[in-house]
């Protein structure tokens, strides 16, 4: 499946938040969008899956456009990770992922077997199946993070739209939940903040800032330390990593200084240790 934007402007009351944005996500592909707070990188999506209306462009989902869409034939093909899920009533894990299987149904119709065996699946893929009867509200961040994932697989969508999915995720569940849309091989657009998990995944990248699209490529065109320097206002070094052969970044902390940055790391100056003097125990 494929999704198109055309210079798409969306506005808050007082501001403009997207800026013509123009992107395609090819059949298959895991494209990334990268930028800073505030850059417009939700706006965008929720653009795309329907909960801003844009003020101006076209969306387009297999060339169709979005707006002759019914809501729920878009929700057939394609599925939404956001960063934040409230629920204003209490509801058991099993129940929030079974939302999942809404739009295969007609009104009044009831689960079946085949749903609740698609909904264990899918909890099964994000490792919280012992998890099912738990109330929603009890788990951690991170633990509602892979439930609303876990959701959209129900959906069996042939898309699926992340929003930072890996926010609240401890290392381990960042990397099981980027493998686990990786090996989907769906069409996947995702809103990341991590650059080294976006040069790992992602085929290819968008960089928007202050609402503008203003770079595209893959991860090696675009992940740079020039583009780092000018996005993110951070100083970092981009190299290739010796196992796995896929870029690395590593930050320079604040505390490194300027006057050190053409220096070779061995030449650096280390501070000294501190010297603590021996204490004498009273093993009495």
């Known amino acids: 499946m494929d999704i198109v934007t055309k210079e798409v402007d969306v506005s808050v009351?007082?501001?403009?938040?997207?800026?013509?944005?123009?992107?395609?996500v090819n059949d298959g592909e895991f494209v990334g969008l990268l930028g800073p707070n505030g850059s417009g990188k939700s706006t965008l999506l929720k653009s795309i899956y329907r909960v801003m209306k844009r003020d101006s462009g076209e969306i387009l989902i297999d060339d169709i456009p979005l707006d002759v869409m019914h809501l729920?034939?878009?929700?057939?093909?394609?599925?939404?990770?956001?960063?934040?899920?409230?629920?204003?009533?209490?509801?058991?894990?099993?129940?929030?992922?079974?939302?999942?299987?809404?739009?295969?149904?007609?009104?009044?119709?009831?689960?079946?077997?085949?749903?609740?065996?698609?909904?264990?699946?899918?909890?099964?893929?994000?490792?919280?199946?012992?998890?099912?009867?738990?109330?929603?509200?009890?788990?951690?961040?991170?633990?509602?993070?892979?439930?609303?994932?876990?959701?959209a697989l129900a959906q069996q969508t042939p898309c699926l739209v992340l929003d930072e999915p890996t926010n609240h995720l401890d290392i381990e569940y960042q990397l099981e939940v980027l493998d686990i849309v990786k090996?989907?091989?769906?069409?996947?657009?995702?809103?990341?903040?991590?650059?080294?998990?976006?040069?790992?995944?992602?085929?290819?990248?968008?960089?928007?800032k202050d609402g503008r699209i203003i770079m595209e490529g893959t991860p090696e065109e675009v992940i740079t330390e020039d583009m780092i320097q000018?996005?993110?206002n951070v100083k970092a070094a981009v190299s290739r990593?010796?196992?796995?052969?896929?870029?690395?970044?590593?930050?320079?902390?604040?505390?490194?200084?300027?006057?050190?940055?053409d220096e070779p790391v061995d030449?650096?100056?280390?501070?000294?240790?501190?010297?603590?003097?021996d204490i004498a125990v009273n093993h009495a």
């Open 241 to 261: 990593h010796p196992k796995t052969g896929l870029l690395n970044i590593a930050y320079y902390p604040a505390f490194f200084s300027k006057a050190y940055d």
């Open 183 to 208: 090996s989907l091989h769906c069409t996947a657009l995702c809103a990341m903040h991590d650059l080294n998990l976006a040069a790992q995944y992602c085929d290819r990248l968008y960089v928007i």
């Open 267 to 277: 030449n650096v100056r280390k501070e000294e240790p501190i010297s603590v003097p």
């Open 230 to 232: 000018e996005i993110y």
């Open 72 to 151: 729920r034939e878009s929700a057939l093909k394609m599925a939404v990770v956001t960063q934040h899920n409230y629920y204003n009533f209490e509801f058991r894990v099993e129940d929030v992922v079974m939302m999942g299987r809404t739009p295969h149904k007609k009104a009044m119709e009831t689960d079946n077997e085949e749903d609740r065996e698609i909904v264990r699946n899918a909890l099964k893929k994000v490792n919280m199946l012992e998890f099912a009867d738990r109330a929603f509200s009890s788990l951690s961040g991170g633990e509602q993070q892979r439930i609303i994932l876990a959701r």
């Open 13 to 24: 009351p007082t501001k403009r938040i997207v800026n013509e944005a123009t992107i395609h």
